[in-house]
C-alpha cells in the first residue's frame, strides 16, 4: 500500500496492526499504530477514520491506565484515564458533526467507563443515560444492554439494590433474545451479585 499511496488503504491495516497488539496487551504498540492511524487519516481528510482512531486510541488510554492502577500507579493512572476521557471527547464530536450517532453513542459509553475509573459516578451516569437513549432509538439492542449493565453497577455500588436488580433483568432479557450467552452468563452472575 505504500509504494502505490495507497493511504485509506494504509490506514486501515495500521488500525488491524494496533488491534493485534491490543489483544496482546502490548498497549504502547498498539497507540503507536493507532496514532500512524489517525495522522494519515488526518492527512487524507478522512474524518470518520479519525474518529474511529480517536475511540481506539481512547480504549487504549483507559487500558493503559488500568495497567498503571493494578500497579499502584495511580498518579500514571489517572493521566491515563484523563487523556483516555479528551481522546474519546474528540471523537463523539467529529461523530456528531458527521450524524454517526452509532459513533456517539459508543463514544459516550466509552467515556461513562472512563469516568467510572476517574471516580466522577454522576458524570459517568449521565454519558451512560445519554449513550442508552441513543442505542435505543437507533436500535442497537446489544449497546443498549451493555451501557444499562454499566448503570446496573453503577445503581448497585450506589446502594440501589432494587434499580440495579431491574437494569440486570433487562440487561439479561436483551441478552437472552440475541442469544449472546457469555454475556447471559455475566448478566445471572451480576443478578446473583445484587
Known sequence: FETEGAKQQMAATLGQMASAYMGKGEYDKAIEYEERRLALSREIGHEEGQAISLHQLSILYMLKGDEAARRGQQQAASRFHQQALCLSQEAEDLN??????????????????????????AEAWERFRESLEISRR????????????????LLMVDGRMGEAIAAFKEVLEIYQRLGLWPKVAISLEMLGLV
Open 138 to 153: 437507533i436500535g442497537n439492542e446489544a449497546g443498549a444492554a451493555d451501557t444499562l449493565g454499566e448503570m446496573g453497577k
Open 96 to 121: 456528531r458533526k458527521l450524524g454517526r450517532e452509532s459513533g456517539v453513542a459508543a463514544n459516550l459509553h466509552q467515556q461513562g467507563l472512563t469516568l467510572v475509573r476517574l471516580n466522577r459516578p
